[in-house]
Antibody, heavy 128, light 113 residues
Framework: EVQLVESGGGLVQPGRSLRLSCTAS????????MSWFRQAPGKGLEWVGF??????????EYAASVKGRFTISRDDSKSIAYLQMNSLKTEDTAVYYC???????????????????WGQGTLVTVSS | QSALTQPPSASGSPGQSVTISCTGT?????????VSWYQQHPGKAPKLMIY???KRPSGVPDRFSGSKSGNTASLTVSGLQAEDEADYYC?????????????FGGGTKLTVL
């Protein structure tokens, strides 16, 4: 059974940092791209960014709203994806979800096109 | 402003059918057969219900079906049940030129009367 479990959320002051973890089980973690989403209270889903599998270089891409502040990484030996969030703003307050990605794979690119498993989410509150 | 347009709400009585629309452009919905739908109950994580326009993951009831015509995709829930009351989000692949490669609708709140 595929499981994704996020951890690391909590209350943090503006300008500070926080690292979220997504621990995966039930599948070969290293074979998949992984994404992070967030959902602000009462709002829709925002794709924060993703990391490709090592077969495609483990490269990352990000939404404009977090580029330069957030970093996604992965440890395939531990089946964990991370979301490092720096210079947090009040507008980053949201529930953060990690997902396993179904991807289109070409000769050089791995591009997610839907998200087949989601974690339960972890709440990040940015407030003074 | 979401890239895909969904009605904010939809409703139906138990046993009835309801259809939720998702309108995009020729650059996303109309250009690829890669529309997916997610169900989200309050306080819970989204769950994949439909992928590649009309395919159902294992375990999703066949009461849920998807279709597409031109730039508009649709999710139909037949034989409505109380547990179908939830928010539904559509998404579509939008090409591999620039992130985000998948765009989403703003969500539709389905109420079972």
């Amino acid at each position: 059974e595929v499981q994704l479990v996020e951890s690391g959320g909590g209350l943090v002051q503006p300008g500070r940092s926080l690292r979220l973890s997504c621990t995966a089980s039930g599948f070969t973690f290293g074979d998949y791209a992984m994404s992070w989403f967030r959902q602000a209270p009462g709002k829709g889903l925002e794709w924060v960014g993703f990391i490709r599998s090592k077969a495609y270089g483990g490269t990352t891409e990000y939404a404009a709203s977090v580029k330069g502040r957030f970093t996604i990484s992965r440890d395939d030996s531990k089946s964990i994806a991370y979301l490092q969030m720096n210079s947090l703003k009040t507008e980053d307050t949201a529930v953060y979800y990690c997902t396993r990605d179904a991807s289109l794979r070409g000769a050089v690119a791995e591009t997610p096109y839907y998200f087949d498993y989601w974690g339960q989410g972890t709440l990040v509150t940015v407030s003074s | 402003q979401s890239a895909l347009t969904q009605p904010p709400s939809a409703s139906g009585s138990p046993g009835q059918s309801v259809t939720i629309s998702c309108t995009g452009t020729s650059s996303d919905v109309g250009g690829y057969n890669y529309v997916s739908w997610y169900q989200q109950h309050p306080g819970k994580a989204p769950k994949l219900m439909i992928y590649e326009v009309s395919k159902r993951p294992s375990g999703v009831p066949d009461r849920f079906s998807g279709s597409k015509s031109g730039n508009t995709a649709s999710l139909t829930v037949s034989g409505l049940q109380a547990e179908d009351e939830a928010d539904y989000y559509c998404s579509s692949y939008a090409g591999s030129n620039n992130f985000p490669y998948v765009v989403f609708g703003g969500g539709t709140k389905l109420t079972v009367l």
